[in-house]
């Protein structure tokens, strides 16, 4: 399920925005790219971890996946080559309609699936689980967009009179149709907490809960701030097109490079855990990942650039492991759906948001010196996170629960 869901929404999400890029050669359509997705995914997510807490997960699982199907659908309607005549400018306002449509869906997706893994996996296999979890997405997310960029340039040649971008569609709806017939077969996972209070003060527990526990709080703060600043997925389009000059294939290869490097190192992962000393390799890792934004931003030699970006990917993954095992055990039942949906606005909606601050650092500072100014930040954002929780260094998975780890911020 999350594999071919995966594959259809990193493939669909790779080919709009080198589609959109050409379209209007805009830094700041880019921008708008992520902003679409971002308010609505963060406007609702703390209510979508209520509803995943109250209601079946199955049931919700498909209504967002078929949310999904149907805006993907609009969107391979209105750009469909028979369109063409149409103000591209409609064309733009109904695929940010469309995103806007996807974020909703992601506000209530991240709440609900990260209760069912839950529930699928016992505590004492975590680290593990969440490896093969991971990975699974990871090799999804290589293969979308590798698939959606090579597509997008070789439809044409292969059968002539086909778009790239109407062959693309035409995969992603057949993946998110198959991810439908999956989800339907899952068993049904009742709710766990029915509230006897009202929404905002079950809402307000949530936030609570994760603003007066140390780890997870700058766990998530750590993610937040270096996938906001640091986030270079945004500008890989102008990457492809005006720096690198490879088009939409090179587009792909760079998109996978980043997952591929995630997906090897977390398979390296279930074999080497980086869990024996959580925090500081979560700031190792943090760094490195920061390190790899500005040697790419440095970088001018398109293999040298697929270097980095998968160092970037690796380094991520390792935080991703860290930061996923810290929350599934800090967390108690009857709160995941609330506490995934704090997650999902510090975390879940940065990739987005920062690819809007993506954008316009690039309109105002130009592309390149954008790209530096986010690796600096993510280094100042680790060397002050440091700094914070320096008596969190020395812990160990067994820690996890010390009174150090889930003291009050201060």
Not at 121 to 137: D, Q, R
Not at 245 to 263: D, F, H, P, Q, T
Not at 300 to 328: E, K, N, P, W
Not at 329 to 352: C, H, K, Q, Y
Request: glycine share 10%.
């Amino acid at each position: 399920m999350r594999f071919f869901f995966t594959f259809a929404y990193q493939m669909q999400t790779t080919v709009l925005g080198f589609y959109i890029y050409e379209l209007t050669h805009s830094k700041v359509a880019i921008a708008f790219i992520g902003l679409a997705e971002a308010i609505p995914a963060v406007g609702i997510a703390l209510y979508g971890g209520y509803i995943a807490d109250k209601y079946e997960k199955r049931k919700m699982l498909l209504l967002i996946f078929g949310g999904v199907f149907l805006s993907s659908l609009v969107m391979f309607t209105v750009t469909l080559d028979s369109l063409a005549h149409i103000d591209h400018g409609w064309i733009l306002y109904a695929l940010y309609a469309m995103i806007f449509c996807n974020g909703i869906a992601r506000a209530f997706y991240g709440p609900a699936t990260f209760t069912v893994y839950a529930h699928s996996i016992p505590k004492e296999v975590y680290p593990n689980g969440s490896s093969w979890s991971s990975s699974a997405w990871q090799v999804a997310s290589i293969l979308g967009p590798l698939t959606g960029g090579l597509l997008y340039g070789f439809a044409g040649k292969m059968i002539p009179g086909l778009s790239g971008i109407t062959a693309n569609f035409i995969v992603v709806l057949a993946f998110l149709f198959i991810a439908l017939v999956l989800v339907y077969r899952l068993r049904k996972y009742p709710a766990v907490f029915i509230p006897k209070e009202n929404i905002w003060v079950s809402l307000k527990e949530g936030l609570h809960f994760v603003f007066n526990n140390k780890m997870m709080f700058y766990a998530m703060s750590l993610d937040l701030f270096s996938v906001f600043f640091g986030g270079v997925v945004a500008l890989l389009p102008v990457y492809a097109l005006d720096i690198l000059k490879v088009g939409s294939e090179g587009l792909g290869i760079m998109r996978m490079a980043s997952s591929l490097g995630a997906a090897l190192t977390m398979i390296a992962m279930v074999r080497f855990s980086p869990m024996n000393r959580p925090w500081r390799n979560l700031l190792i890792a943090v760094a490195g990942f920061g390190a790899s934004i500005i040697g790419f931003g440095l970088s001018h030699v398109f293999y040298l650039s697929i270097v980095f970006l998968f160092l970037q990917g690796a380094f991520d993954s390792v935080s991703v492991i860290i930061r996923g095992t810290i929350m599934q055990l800090l967390t108690p039942d009857e709160m995941r759906g609330r506490v995934s949906a704090v997650n999902s606005m510090f975390i879940g909606s940065s990739n987005e948001i920062g690819d809007f601050e993506s954008g316009m650092a690039a309109k105002i500072l130009g592309t390149t010196p954008a790209v530096l100014f986010g690796g600096c930040m993510t280094l100042l954002v680790v060397t002050v996170t440091f700094f914070k929780t320096r008596n969190l260094i020395p812990s160990t998975l067994k820690d996890i629960h010390s009174p150090e780890a889930t003291e009050t911020v201060s």
